[in-house]
């Protein structure tokens, strides 16, 4: 079963602006991941961010994790159309990742 | 730059037929992962290896699907006969260690229809 659960299910912006992805989860973690996915291709690694940290960046990239909460949040700032893909947050735990069912980010010129 | 290679891209096949998909990590990896992505949804884990050893298989139907890794490096997923349900992305993934901390690298992916 899925148990990362992404929202909004899909967001649609304009360049130049920032883009918030959520998602929640149900049980515990090692670690959350962030991967996106271009249409039909495999899954690229963005960021990790480890149970017991609450903020990391990369680059335009901001994730935080509320363990009380069990949510994360990805933040894209300043979004360009190539950042147009599928965003999918991973569950890290008992050595595998659990994929949520992704938030589809779409950035018009 | 190290990829996970996957072949074929695409498949395309009758129902009861026999499909098998081809996997190589990236060199020096030792887990080996097989997802099927549904159209709309996230990749769920099909089988986990730790080099030629299975350590999770719990969601692979095993009356239709078989995976190995017979020498701990490629691995083939098979199954047989596929169903019309089986219509989805494969998508093959390796990571360096089994540790927590796994950041997992992913191939481009077979899709498969099944007809």
């Known amino acids: 079963s899925q148990q990362g659960e992404e929202d909004p299910q899909a967001l649609s912006i304009q360049e130049g602006e920032n883009a918030t992805m959520n998602c929640s989860y149900k049980?515990?973690?090692?670690?959350l991941q962030w991967y996106r996915q271009n249409s039909g291709r495999g899954l690229v690694h963005l960021i990790l961010?480890?149970?017991?940290?609450r903020e990391k960046h990369s680059g335009r990239l901001r994730v935080t994790l509320d363990t009380s909460k069990k949510s994360s949040s990805l933040l894209i700032t300043a979004s360009r159309a190539a950042d147009t893909a599928s965003y999918f947050c991973?569950?890290?735990?008992?050595?595998?990742?659990?994929f949520g069912k992704g938030t589809l980010l779409t950035v018009n010129p | 730059e190290a990829e996970v290679a996957q072949s074929p891209r695409y498949k395309i096949t009758e129902k009861s037929q026999a499909v098998a998909f081809w996997c190589d990590p990236i060199?020096?990896?030792?887990?080996l992962y097989w997802y099927r992505q549904i159209l709309g949804q996230g990749p769920e884990l099909l089988v986990q290896?730790?080099?030629?050893?299975?350590?999770?298989d719990s969601q692979l139907p095993k009356d239709r699907f078989s995976a190995e890794r017979l020498k701990g490096v490629d691995s083939t997923l098979k199954i047989q006969p596929a169903e019309l349900g089986d219509s989805a992305m494969y998508l093959c993934?390796?990571?360096?260690?089994?540790?927590?901390?796994?950041?997992?690298?992913f191939g481009a992916g077979t899709r498969l229809s099944v007809l």
């Open positions: 993934a390796s990571s360096f260690h089994r540790g927590n901390k796994n950041i997992q690298y």
């Open positions: 049980t515990s973690i090692n670690n």
């Open positions: 961010i480890r149970s017991n940290e």
């Open positions: 991973a569950r890290g735990s008992n050595y595998k990742l659990t």
């Open positions: 060199s020096g990896h030792a887990t």
């Open positions: 290896f730790q080099d030629e050893s299975v350590v999770d």
